[in-house]
Each structure stands twice: as structure tokens, then as C-alpha cells.
């Protein structure tokens, strides 16, 4: 099964940066779609972007152009470039893996705009991220 663990949470200022890292193992990237999620207190997960096997990004509306999706060489580690931050963007943030399919949510987001429910994922533990305004 494949593990995630995510790096990288932290403070920052509305209008700062931070960089999410999530290192996969267990993992074989050319067969499985990864995105990044986040979930407040009090709100159910939001998925954020996505990225498949070819390189493929997806975003929603909420952090296009703000938010950048990407991968290392290796394909083995996922990253969350967030510049702009907003005090809205606090929350848990977690990456996901999801097996190739037709009906994934992670390889196919616009299918779904990124909605859940999200069935059959593999999670990591999550980092904190806080915005200060």
C-alpha cells in the first residue's frame, strides 16, 4: 500500500509563502494520479489540484494561480508551492494517491471539480498550515 507523508506545514502572513512536501513510498508513479487536499476545522476536505502520471495539472478555482502542483525528478515526491496566502487558506492540508482509472477522482478531476466523496484514496497524516492576517 502506498505511504505518504507530508512536510512543510507552518505560520505564515496573509500574503506569505509556504512549500508542502509529501514523499510517496511503496509507490510506482506511472500508475497512479496524486493531489493535494485540505480540510479546516468544522468543514468537510476540499480537494485543491491534482497531477497524473503525464504531468497533467488541475486546480480549482479557489487557488489557480496561487497554488502550484509538481514533482520531483524521481516522480516520488509531490509539492504544494503556495504563494499569497490568505487567512482562509488555514487548515490541515494532506496529499493523496489514487490508482489510475477512469472513474478516479485525482485522474480525472473535472469529471468531479475535485468533489468528494473520495473513495479508495490513500492518505497521508496531514501538516498544519496557518495563515495570519
Known amino acids: 500500500q502506498v505511504q505518504l507523508v507530508e512536510s512543510g506545514g507552518g505560520s505564515a502572513e496573509s500574503g506569505g509563502s509556504l512549500r508542502l512536501t509529501c514523499t510517496a513510498s511503496r509507490f510506482t508513479y506511472s500508475t497512479y494520479c496524486l493531489g493535494w487536499f485540505r480540510q479546516a476545522p468544522g468543514n468537510e476536505r476540499e480537494g485543491l489540484t491534482t497531477i497524473d502520471s503525464d504531468g497533467t495539472t488541475y486546480y480549482i478555482d479557489a487557488v489557480k494561480g496561487r497554488f502550484t502542483i509538481s514533482r520531483s525528478a524521481d516522480k516520488n515526491t509531490l509539492y504544494l508551492q503556495m504563494n499569497n496566502l490568505k487567512p482562509e487558506d488555514t487548515a490541515m492540508y494532506y496529499c493523496?494517491?489514487?490508482?489510475?482509472?477512469?472513474?478516479?477522482?485525482?485522474?480525472?478531476?473535472?469529471?468531479?471539480?475535485?468533489?468528494?466523496?473520495?473513495?479508495?484514496?490513500?492518505w497521508g497524516q496531514g501538516t498544519q498550515v496557518t495563515v495570519s492576517s
Open positions: 493523496a494517491a489514487e490508482p489510475l482509472s477512469p472513474y478516479s477522482v485525482l485522474c480525472v478531476p473535472a469529471h468531479t471539480g475535485l468533489r468528494g466523496p473520495y473513495i479508495g484514496l490513500n
